[in-house]
């Protein structure tokens, strides 16, 4: 099929979209759908099913301002029925609905599992927390200083790659590169170190891909590898790894970026995200998500004192907001967001309510300035728990 190109094309595009939202709105939040998820209609308490139908409101509508093509969402608290939803679209090209059982990229929330790899061979005697990465990997700047836990707490001062303009135009102009650590490092390794170690926190995709390194280093395995035995098999999660390269197992969601050359809006389900490795490149689905969403708030692969270190989070600078070892802790909420070009993530656990909010999006672009997963993200919980408001900039003291 030819592509289409110019204003034409543009205006063609909104108006396909525009078709698709709206042919997919009956679906988004039918009449009763609020109950569904229940034994049937007369199950769910109507507390609950009033709770559900808000939810409905607000999620089409944040997402509907956010300019979110698709959107599934879950949440799960002790007592009440489970919410889950599919909203939107999942292929503006034919207009496919978003549902629930999409695999989806899950960006950032990789490091969760990466720092649980690394954090299990702590409790196996294998590494240290503060030996220095200069013992597993050459020729980091500074390494000599630079210990596991700085990198795993995201305040070892070392350049993200990420960052480097030269990086970003390879990524943006050969978006299905295949990318190997050492070149990303490399990069990072080619700018000054941005302040001593332990001195301040900066989020750096540099550390985490330092620290798949050691896991590699030590369990003698690839960390794709190491990840599935150590984590995922056990765990359970059956449709959660980390790729070689763009494999996307079917079903999925196609993903819509404007991290272009032009900023136009790109399609880009068959990026490679090998650029993101042991920091972003995972793959997962809703319901392993959810599992894993308790089980690394409350360390079910790690001994009691190892969780606790990963749970002795500093402030990152942002109200309300710490960072402990590959987790976010976020007025109450333990876990971890992620985005890489057409995709975001929120998968996060309440202890105090033990509630679970798993949110998936197909699309990487700003609203406001602001992720869309973090625009959703506080308005769920603004619903859920309006005590602990996940992204809220309000001193929840």
């Known amino acids: ?12 595009a909104a108006m396909i979209l525009a078709a698709c939202l709206a042919a997919s709105l009956p679906s988004m939040a039918a009449p009763g759908a609020a109950a569904a998820t229940a034994k049937g209609p007369a199950a769910a308490p109507r507390s609950w099913a009033a709770t559900a139908a808000e939810l ?4 089409q509508r944040t ?12 949440v799960w608290k002790p007592g009440q029925p489970r919410y889950v939803r599919a909203f939107g679209i999942a292929d503006k090209s034919d207009c496919a609905p978003m549902r629930a059982g999409l695999n989806m990229r899950i960006g950032s929330e990789t490091k969760t599992f990466t720092v649980t790899a690394l954090l299990q061979l702590v409790d196996r005697g294998r590494v240290g927390l503060d030996d220095p990465i200069s013992a597993y990997v050459p020729g980091v700047p500074d390494g000599r200083h630079i210990t596991l836990r700085q990198l795993a707490e995201m305040r070892s001062g070392l350049f993200p790659y990420s960052k480097d303009t030269g990086f970003q135009h390879l990524l ?3 978006p299905h590169r295949q990318w190997a650590p050492r070149e990303l490092l490399r990069i990072a390794f080619g700018h000054a170190n941005q302040f001593p170690p332990g001195a301040r926190f900066d989020y750096s995709n540099t550390n985490t891909v330092l620290l ?3 896991v590699e280093r030590v369990t003698h395995r690839p960390l794709r590898d190491v990840i599935r ?11 959660t ?3 070689k390269a763009a494999e996307f197992p079917l079903p999925h969601a196609h993903g819509y970026t404007d991290f272009t050359p032009d900023g136009t809006v790109a399609d880009a389900t068959d990026f490679n995200p090998s650029w993101g490795w042991a920091a972003g490149a995972m793959i997962s689905d809703l319901d392993d998500l959810r599992s894993w969403a308790v089980n690394v708030a409350t360390g079910g692969l790690l001994t009691r004192q190892t969780q606790a270190e990963r749970l002795d989070a500093k402030p990152t600078g942002a109200p309300g907001d710490f960072y402990g070892l590959g987790i976010d802790v976020n007025h109450g909420w333990i876990g971890h967001a992620g985005s890489l070009p057409g995709y975001q993530s929120l998968t996060i656990y309440l202890p105090a309510m033990r509630a679970t909010l798993v949110i998936l999006l197909n699309t990487d672009i700003p609203s406001r300035g602001e992720n869309p997963s ?4 506080r308005a769920i919980t603004q619903v859920i728990s309006p005590g602990n408001v996940y992204g809220d900039a309000s001193d929840q003291s």
């Open 241 to 243: 790894f980390l790729p």
């Open 374 to 377: 973090t625009v959703l993200g």
């Open 172 to 174: 943006t102009t050969q």
């Open 212 to 214: 798949g390194l050691v």
């Open 1 to 12: 099929m030819r592509i289409r190109t110019g204003r034409r094309a543009g205006r063609t």
């Open 56 to 59: 409905d409101r607000v999620i």
């Open 63 to 74: 997402a509907t301002d956010a300019g979110v093509p698709g959107v599934i969402v879950g």
């Open 229 to 239: 035995d150590l984590i995922t098999r056990p765990s359970g999660l059956d449709h």
